[in-house]
């Protein structure tokens, strides 16, 4: 970058010029500005200058041209920089960086004042405010006070809402005049506010506390557009703490789409502008009456289907023959208690014949009438069971002259079953001999 300006040496204009000491010729504001221009451009140090500073209230357009203020801690400069430069750019230029511009400083003719045309920007860094900004959005971060757990939910159908702004800006006719055409029903609190400057954070702090105390269901807090300086309140830790302490819903409203602080990250909603905080704290009144004459609708198509239903149901019992002759309920149940009765008096008596024949059976049975018989029968049964008893009975044999022998209290029914050595027990009818196998 330049130290500082060569010397300029004298130039010679043929159009326009200025005549020294005539002061009975009266210029043009359009000669005036002319002039200084073409000193300007026939100005090498001008013509192409590198120049530092930080950039504010940036805005780009559809048409891909994006202007912009140029500043530093004492003074700033307008600045422009046209798509045919910008298309080269590796990044979008935003509020609060530090960057380097190489391009010509020339007049705009239709203000009359002097601005920077950029053809390159170089980043440097962020800006002091940004640096802030992030350093304070990172500790409240960690603290937990952008957390979704923490937010409150936004009253749907609120009756009392209140507003934090400036009394005098746009923001709060635009906040008005929405809640008022979408929501009449509704009442506003308006607690005006410094939205800029040194104080200003301090009584945004002071209003959202004393809106505590007036039975609020909404709370919106925030102001219009500007660069981040005029915004910066907003991004005051106290201001945030104040909006998270709030026990009434806060959503906060600040600048426009594209512009963020901390207020947004803390607050329990964010709008991207004034009016659209206006939009999400109330429902609109015309949607709700179109959706009630709806549901009035069908309720009234389900009632009337319902009694049609029922009066064509009622028609159709009311001709069935039940109706016409009710004593015919009777019939069929009473022609089955009479069948049922009929069968009980059939089957008793079926029953009862049964028993009698069985009974007389009995009677004329033999056993019956000779029950000594039964008891002779058993006893000769008896008797010829103890008969088989007794030739089975083995102490018999032994009478016969039969002997048993046994060895270790066994029945040796062979030869093969003892050996030399063993002992035997023969048993005869009177007696056992002990003896052993040589």
């Known amino acids: 970058m330049r130290k500082r300006f060569t010397k300029q040496t004298t130039l010679e204009f043929t159009q326009p010029t200025l005549s020294e000491g005539d002061n009975t010729h009266c210029y043009t504001v359009s000669e005036i500005t002319d002039y200084i221009n073409q000193k ?3 100005d090498d140090a001008l013509a192409k200058i590198m120049v530092k500073g930080e950039i504010s209230n940036y805005k780009s357009y559809p048409n891909g041209h994006s202007y912009f203020t140029l500043k530093d801690k004492d003074s700033q400069i307008s600045s422009v920089m046209f798509w045919g430069y910008k298309k080269h750019l590796k990044f979008e230029p935003k509020d609060g960086m530090k960057v380097i511009i190489t391009g010509k400083i020339e007049v705009y003719k239709k203000y009359g004042n002097y601005q920077l045309y950029a053809h390159n920007i170089t980043e440097e860094g962020v800006g002091d405010l940004h640096i802030a900004f992030q350093q304070l959005k990172e500790k409240l971060s960690k ?3 952008f957390d979704e757990s923490h937010k409150k939910k936004i009253v749907k159908y609120p009756k009392r809402i209140g507003v934090v702004t400036a009394s005098t800006g746009a923001a709060v006719k635009d906040i008005i005049t929405t809640i008022k055409r979408r929501y009449p029903y509704c ?3 308006v607690f005006s506010t410094l939205v800029q400057g040194d104080d200003a954070a301090d009584n945004i702090v002071e209003r959202i506390s004393d809106a505590q105390n007036y039975g609020l269901d909404t709370l919106i807090v925030g102001r219009g ?3 981040i300086e005029d915004l910066w309140p907003f991004n005051e830790e106290k201001v945030a703490r104040a909006i998270y302490d709030s026990n009434v819903p806060i959503i906060s409203a600040v600048g426009h ?4 602080t901390i207020s947004d990250f803390v607050a329990d909603l964010r709008a ?3 009016t659209a905080a206006a939009e999400m704290a109330v429902p609109d009144a015309y949607v709700l009456k179109s959706k009630l004459n709806d549901l009035n609708e069908r309720i009234t198509n389900t ?4 009694i049609l239903e029922n009066r064509n149901k009622l028609n159709t019992i009311s001709k069935k023959n039940i109706l016409k002759h009710p004593q015919s309920i009777y019939d069929h149940p009473k022609m089955n208690l009479e069948l049922l009765i009929g069968r009980f008096e059939n089957a008793s008596q079926q029953i009862i014949h049964d028993n009698r024949n069985k009974l007389l059976k009995l009677e004329n049975s033999y056993i019956f009438k000779n029950p000594k018989s039964i008891t002779k029968n058993k006893k000769d049964r008896y008797i010829k069971n103890i008969s088989k008893l007794e030739v089975l ?3 018999l044999t032994l009478k016969r002259g039969y002997a048993i022998a046994e060895c270790n209290e066994k029945v040796i029914s062979s030869s093969k079953d003892v050996k030399v050595g063993d002992k035997l027990d023969i048993k005869f009818d009177d007696g056992t001999i002990n003896t052993k196998v040589i």
Do not use: A, F
């Open 40 to 42: 300007l451009k026939r």
């Open 187 to 189: 009442q506003i609190l």
């Open 272 to 274: 991207p502008t004034p």
């Open 303 to 306: 009632v009337r289907n319902k």
């Open 257 to 260: 789409q594209i512009d963020y």
């Open 143 to 145: 603290e937990g006070l």
């Open 393 to 395: 009975n083995p102490l």
């Open 225 to 227: 557009g500007g660069s």
